[in-house]
């Protein structure tokens, strides 16, 4: 009788044997026969792979129709027993074979692409929400009209980390009042280790200390819970590197204080860009088409350096990591349903210094940021809060802040922290004006 066909597929990897044989035999092939095919197959020691090898085996007269495979699973796979059932329909064993590994293919690649469409559908798949819900675009509102801003002043504070090249002009830039409010300035030292808070203090500005560096999303939420510390009717930011002018800060204030917007974003991509690298505009333009699409808006700049905030926004904001706060503070105040609107701006590309921005330090941070802010528990409560009554909790909080003494905060806070600020691990926060040379 003539030798039967067989497909072995075997190795020896790392002291490990993975094989896999398919056998379809006209007679009785014994088990200790195919395994001393098996072992002349894989060789005598580790070290040794080989593949598609192939075995004649000796079949014995006399007996019935047999099939066997040998697998890491054990006996009895599934291309064995579809070859067997075809040779016992009278099919030759190659073309029983190869139509037994396009059918375990073709339910490889379904499963595949079942898997993988089961990750996303129904939402939340198994990678979460990867979108903010349609719902919280608009939360429901309970009729009442928008609270007016405090009678407080408008506060610009500037994150800074060693910019003493430039935080002086920009200090100097700023103006003394906006719409009839008297503009503060705070520079907020993320662990400089120059001369920025001196500069800073020299220039006119208080300089708020939070000791070690603790990145750019830490010092913009310190300059949050300072702003609304002072009554701010209005808070605004931007860099301390001299890419934002400060001159332009009624155009980010007036829609808050006219009560037409809670959140304002400077947008350089419809204002003026007087010089910007093109790997970076490209970047810029990117991720903001992704952060459009995931935030369910209509944006343009989503990694803007100069925003500004409603005292009510600026309560309820929760800027979830230390690293940078661009995109997570505009899908959290989106959540929560305050008003967002953009505002042209003019932007000069930094001429001194260099920007923290790594593009896949950034990325490695910011995408499970966002992930995170997406998939967070107070995200997904947050929804449930008609608007009105997030805006009046966010004034209560304020007021009731307004009225204790600086140096006292509920949970042992520092003195000049308040609550909103008193996190773990953030260092310290004590807020004190750095002495000057005119002092």
Known sequence: MEPATTLLTAGWCRHRVIAQAAIATLGYLSPVDLLDQLQLALGPGPGRC????????????????????????????????????????GHRPGPALAAALAAH?????????????ALVVPAPGALGHLRLRPASRQVEDSGMPPPQPVD???????????????????VARMPSSVCGRPVRCLVVDDGSTDATAQLAAAAGAQVVAMGDNQGLGAAVRRGLAEALDRRAAAVAFCDADGEYDPAELERLVVPILEGRADYVVGSRFTGTIQHMLARRRLGNQLLTRILAFIARTPISDGQSGYRALSCTAASAAVIGHDYNYAQVLTLDLLAKGYRYQEVPITYHYRTTGRSFVRPLGYLRRVIPAVWRELNSQNHLAGLALPRAKLAAHAVSAAVERSRRPRGMRPGGAQAGLPAVANRPGQGDHRLHKLPTDNT
């Open 152 to 170: 407080g002043p408008v506060v610009l504070f500037l994150p800074a980390h060693n910019e003493e090249a430039t935080v002086t002009g920009v």
């Open 105 to 117: 293919a073709a339910k490889t690649a379904y499963a595949l692409a079942a898997g993988a469409l």
């Open 50 to 89: 080989r593949t598609s090898l192939p075995i004649q085996v000796r079949a014995l007269p006399g007996k019935d129709l047999a099939a066997l495979a040998v697998a890491p699973g054990g006996l009895g796979t599934y291309e064995a027993a579809a070859v067997a059932a075809y040779l016992m329909l």
